[in-house]
């Protein structure tokens, strides 16, 4: 079995079985938190998908698992809805394209990721084709919030529900990748997996890992909100509220009773010494409508951050 995270084998096993006894429903839909590995997962049944040979898991050496390690292959098809809304048009281009016969093996795979992202026209134009589907035609979504999706489509799919890992086994995981275990001094901040490992694919981890030494030092007097706030600049702006909001959510959680990471212990006692509680959550709002408004707003963003911030 290919290589990867240990809580995901379960659910692939599963379609691996079908898929060897030929009871593989054409339309799969894999639910679960955001960042537990939906996408990782999505990708490695694709692959088992796409093989030519008649077995339960990819080959690895016919065309099409060649060319779907190239990522070239021309009967594989993704829309992603991470970044923007999925349109109606990069649908039915799609299922066009889907309805011709395989160039090169036998199964045709549409991939659609954080499907939450396809705005209504599209979700119809998805469920249209789940309800005449071509044959040999595999449509794979995933979604962190599979109920915001159309009910319609959810009953038409077989459901694969990806396990929220523990934290004993992140901190494992991590361990086995390359750096990864120094992701774990971001706990406070998420313990979900792949958002850790995203984190360190797009250079972000000292940003975060700094942060609660610096605001303890800015609470404790030993230094200003310009030094916390040094290295902002309007790339960022969104990480900084993440993580000020992250370190606040934290805190009011504590209060009602919930663990608190080591990394976040003196920074409670400094913060409710400073703030109290009810004052704490005020800023935890405040600082949740500043990122809502920051794509809206016409206002310096990072003088709105050291205003915020110039109240704890
Ligand atoms: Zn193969």
């Given at each position: 079995m290919s290589n990867i995270a240990h809580w995901l084998k379960p659910c692939l096993q599963q379609v691996q079985v079908l898929k060897k006894t030929n009871r593989l429903s054409h339309a799969l839909l894999i639910t679960g938190a955001?960042?537990?590995?939906q996408e990782e997962l999505a990708r490695e049944m694709v692959k088992d998908l796409m093989?030519?040979?008649?077995?339960?898991?990819?080959?690895?050496?016919?065309h099409s698992c060649q060319l779907m390690r190239a990522d070239t292959h021309p009967d594989f098809r993704v829309l992603d809805g991470e970044a923007s809304s999925i349109k109606v048009d990069q649908v039915r281009l799609l299922v066009r394209q889907m309805s011709?016969?395989?160039?090169?093996?036998?199964n045709k795979v549409v991939l659609i990721t954080h499907?939450?992202?396809?705005?209504i026209n599209a979700a119809n134009a998805v469920l249209k084709a789940l309800e005449e589907p071509s044959a040999r035609t595999y449509f794979v979504l995933t979604s962190s919030?599979?109920?915001?999706?159309?009910a319609t489509i959810r009953s038409r799919c077989l459901l694969i529900n990806v396990p929220t890992p523990t934290k004993a086994e992140v901190t494992q995981w991590l361990g086995e990748q390359?750096?990864?275990?120094?992701?774990?001094?971001l706990f406070w901040l998420t313990t979900q997996p792949f958002r850790l490992l995203s984190l360190q694919q797009q250079g972000k981890v000292s940003l975060y890992a700094n942060l609660p030494d610096q605001l303890l030092s800015m609470l404790q007097g030993r230094s200003s909100v310009t030094d916390v706030l040094k290295g902002l600049d309007s790339n960022n702006i969104e990480d900084y509220c993440n993580g000020l909001a992250a370190v606040l959510h934290q805190c009011i959680c504590h209060s009602t009773g919930a663990p608190l990471d080591q990394a976040l212990q003196a920074i409670y006692k400094a913060l409710m010494a400073r703030l109290g509680i009810q004052s704490l959550m005020m800023r935890y709002q405040s600082l949740q409508a500043l990122k809502s408004d920051l794509q809206k707003t016409n206002l310096n963003p990072i003088m709105q951050l050291t205003h915020e911030l110039n109240q704890w």
């Open positions: 955001d960042g537990v590995g093989c030519e040979v008649d077995q339960a898991a990819a080959c690895g050496n016919c011709q016969k395989p160039q090169v093996g036998q499907a939450q992202a396809m705005n919030q599979s109920t915001r999706l159309l390359p750096e990864g275990s120094t992701l774990s001094s």
